[in-house]
Nanobody, 125 residues
Framework: VQLQASGGGLVQAGDSLRLSCVAS????????MGWFRQAPGKEREFVAG????????SYADSVKGRFTISRDNAKNTLYLQMNSLKPEDTAVYYC???????????????????WGKGTQFTVSS
């Protein structure tokens, strides 16, 4: 299983950015997928998660209303559309997936066995 996140960079506060995560070596439609982030000096935290079909999403309170998670099972790709970016969104963003994740554990990093290497982006004020 390989997960490759991309889309990072340097943006200004208020800008928008979309991250992508391309999955290979798995049956993507059977995996619950999530985005996590880790800012310097902080622990990794949940950002957003999506069910296998895409019908159910979960968001951290800090990004709710600004970020949108989506997936294209035909393209084995997970997305994170980020709007109204803030400097506190600066972090390394990771995509994660696991076929055994259930709704009650979607927000837990420990529930996911498969992780991408992360993509960094910085939001300047």
């Amino acid at each position: 299983v390989q997960l490759q996140a991309s889309g990072g960079g340097l943006v200004q506060a208020g800008d928008s950015l979309r991250l992508s995560c391309v999955a290979s070596g798995l049956t993507f439609r059977t995996y619950v997928m999530g985005w996590f982030r880790q800012a310097p000096g902080k622990e990794r935290e949940f950002v957003a998660g999506m069910s296998r079909s895409g019908n159910s999403q979960s968001y951290a309170d800090s990004v709710k209303g600004r970020f949108t998670i989506s997936r294209d099972n035909a393209k084995n790709t997970l997305y994170l559309q980020m709007n109204s970016l803030k400097p506190e969104d600066t972090a390394v963003y990771y995509c994660a997936g696991d076929p055994t994740v259930i709704t009650s554990t979607m927000r837990l990093s420990s529930a996911y066995r498969y992780w991408g290497k992360g993509t960094q982006f910085t939001v300047s004020s």
